[in-house]
């Protein structure tokens, strides 16, 4: 099967301008491409994660990826499946946050001699000469289209400020100038960002008089799924800093049984007659794909090593309701009152939940244990010797656990 085909056949391709000539470029390994990755943290998420591995696939195919990194359309903000404005940054924080940015980039993608780019949009935008830009770019766009865009339609009843605007025609630029600098001649990006694309494919049509084409991505987060991502803790991160290779690991092991063949085709590198055969699975074979699930993803963000940490932390969870693995929370005497924590305050403070509300909840449905105990009073106090030594294990439903130990 041919690379095109495999993204068909993988449910990656959710719409594109010109498939036969989209086809040929991708399938003979011609196809410049690039991706955008908006600096609105200092970590990628599971979300560019998926991007990542689509660029990587194509890469082994013999494509040339550019990352770019919107460094400066994070000065204005994407309003793209936005109901409020984004809130606006530094440069400095922008540019920090391009620099992790590229780090974590070159786990997956091949940067050795000139085979991948990482550019950053603010080299061209930052410097731009606006009437300059409103006679050669602004000419080529209606507003009247510009407005049937889905991505503003969105943003119309709360109010679209004029700064957000102009994001479709900062990101058809971009496509523009890196055509004209590197021979991009195909842009990827979630469905959400169709409009936009389609602006960058018209203006090189009508400006340069040269082909170009667009192709959105069927990503998880951005077209079936908006829960994905998401924990009581906020994004999964692919900094193990913010979401540790346990919690990542975690987090794909604990995906939905509706979701999981899917992920494996998405994301995966198995074959697909692999993932094919697992697509009757049930039960417990079920259970078996989320591990192979887990194990795959978990070694392509942190390694052989840590992923195998993962799962042999996982499986002594299940078989011993205890880890040397598991994400773990260090308390220190100011988490105590007089020598006391509540139970209430222990979730909150263990993340396991976002509010003492939610903690009181939790425990009253009989949720929550301590060391394999059910705990069923919500005025149940622990003191900090409890915590000493390897401390305690804390667990919230069947899946979400954590050690508890006092810091030091």
């Known amino acids: 099967m041919k690379v095109y085909e495999e993204l068909v056949a993988r449910g ?20 410049t491409f690039y991706i955008g990755f908006d600096p609105t943290a200092d970590s990628l998420h599971i979300g560019h994660f998926m991007a990542l591995c689509l660029m990587k696939r194509l890469q082994m195919a013999g494509n040339r990826p550019i990352a770019l990194i919107g460094g400066g359309t994070a000065m204005i903000g994407d309003p793209s499946g936005r109901t409020d404005m984004r809130q606006m940054m530094t440069k400095e924080t922008i540019q920090h946050n391009c620099d992790c940015f590229k780090k974590q980039m070159s786990r997956f993608i091949d940067f050795s001699e000139d085979k991948a780019l990482v550019v950053n949009n603010a080299d061209w935008l930052l410097g731009l000469n606006y009437i300059e830009l409103l006679r050669d770019v602004g000419s080529h766009f209606s507003v ?18 004029f700064l957000e605007f102009n994001y479709m025609i900062m990101q058809s630029y971009d496509f523009m100038a890196l055509y004209e600098k590197y021979g991009c001649n195909l842009q990827f990006g979630g ?23 667009a192709m959105t991505i069927n990503l998880l987060l951005n077209s079936e799924g908006k829960k994905m991502g998401k924990t009581q803790k906020g994004a999964v991160w692919l900094d193990p800093e913010k979401t540790t290779p346990f919690e990542f690991y975690q987090y794909w092991r604990n995906v939905s ?3 999981v063949i899917k992920c494996l085709k998405m994301l995966t590198f198995l074959p697909l007659s692999d993932i094919e055969a697992m697509e009757n699975w049930q039960g417990s074979e079920l259970n078996k794909a ?14 052989e090593e840590e992923a195998k940490k993962a799962e042999e932390a996982a499986k002594a969870l299940f078989t011993s309701g205890n880890a040397a693995n598991m994400p773990t929370v260090e308390l220190t005497e100011a988490d105590f009152e007089n020598g006391t924590i509540g139970i209430l305050n222990l ?3 263990s993340g396991l939940v976002p509010s003492n509300s939610e903690a009181r909840r939790a425990v009253q449905q009989g949720g929550v244990s301590i060391d394999g105990e059910k705990v069923t009073d919500i005025k149940s106090t622990y003191g900090m010797d ?16 954590r050690k508890i130990r006092i810091n030091g």
């Open 12 to 31: 990656l391709i959710a719409q594109v301008t010109d498939e036969e000539e989209i086809k040929e470029l991708i399938n003979t390994g011609k196809a």
């Open 144 to 161: 009247n289209r510009m407005l049937t865009a889905e991505c503003y339609k969105q943003r119309m009843e709360k109010g679209l400020s």
């Open 191 to 213: 469905d959400d960002q169709w409009s936009n694309m389609l602006g960058g494919t018209e203006l090189i049509r009508r400006k340069l008089g040269k082909d170009a084409y």
């Open 257 to 259: 049984d509706d979701d």
């Open 290 to 303: 989320k591990e192979i699930l887990a194990c795959e993803l978990t070694t392509l963000v942190h390694g």
């Open 347 to 349: 979730l909150s403070r």
């Open 386 to 401: 409890l915590f000493s030594g390897d401390g305690i294990v804390l667990k919230r439903g069947k899946k979400n656990f």
